[in-house]
């Protein structure tokens, strides 16, 4: 990790419905930034395994996610659809020194997220309902009540607060790439 300025470096919280492209977004955005000092991108232990797909992440069960837990391993963590997801402890020194973390987080930490490391920036993601129904279909991973319950539940809670920039990903990988990578420059100004 390399100190970037004098400045405490921005915890960037990414969010947004199944489907949105969170993985494929921030997968294109740390190649991107692999030689950028100012970014970091933490894996996250989550108590699924290796080969079920979806991010790369640590791979830990429901006991070992429990004991971390309580020992403080995580600056973050929840418990979404049967599954629980922590951030490591780590990201706090990563920002102390003045890099930006970018991490995919639940919509139910923000709070959190922004009394205990300010500052902290949100980047929501976001899609038109058509393409959110297309593509949570095409992963074929969800029944048709379940994708429209995540439809739903997409448009039912909206993000707010300061610091919260909105991408649509509602064109090319290309074009969400740019737009994200954008926003993550932008949140990343934000240093203190």
């Known amino acids: 990790m390399t100190k970037h300025t004098g400045g405490r470096g921005t915890l960037i919280l990414v969010v947004g419905p199944s489907g949105a492209g969170k993985d494929t977004l921030i997968d294109a955005a740390k190649a991107a930034l692999a030689d950028d ?8 232990d989550i108590t699924r395994p290796a080969e ?3 991010e790369d992440h640590n791979p830990v069960d429901a006991a070992t996610f429990e004991s971390r837990k309580a020992d403080g391993a995580y600056a973050l963590c929840w418990g979404a659809h049967e599954l629980f997801y922590g951030v490591p402890a780590a990201i706090a020194d990563c920002l102390a020194a003045g890099v930006s973390v970018v991490v995919n987080v639940s919509r139910s930490v923000i709070d959190q ?3 205990t490391f300010p500052p902290t ?5 976001s899609v038109p309902e058509d393409v959110l129904r297309r593509r949570l279909t095409s992963r074929g991973r969800e029944s048709a009540e379940q994708i429209e319950a995540r ?3 997409a448009a039912a809670v909206p993000v707010s607060g300061p610091n919260v920039f909105e991408v649509v ?3 090319t990988v290309e074009t969400a790439v ?3 990578l954008a926003a993550l420059h932008d949140a990343a100004e934000l240093q203190q």
Not at 37 to 44: D, K
Not at 121 to 125: P, Q
């Open 37 to 44: 000092p100012r970014f970091h991108f933490p894996r996250r």
């Open 52 to 54: 079920a797909g979806g």
């Open 113 to 115: 997220a922004r009394e």
């Open 121 to 125: 920036a949100v980047v929501s993601l």
């Open 151 to 153: 439809v739903a539940r």
């Open 169 to 171: 990903n509602d064109d």
């Open 178 to 180: 740019a737009r994200f």
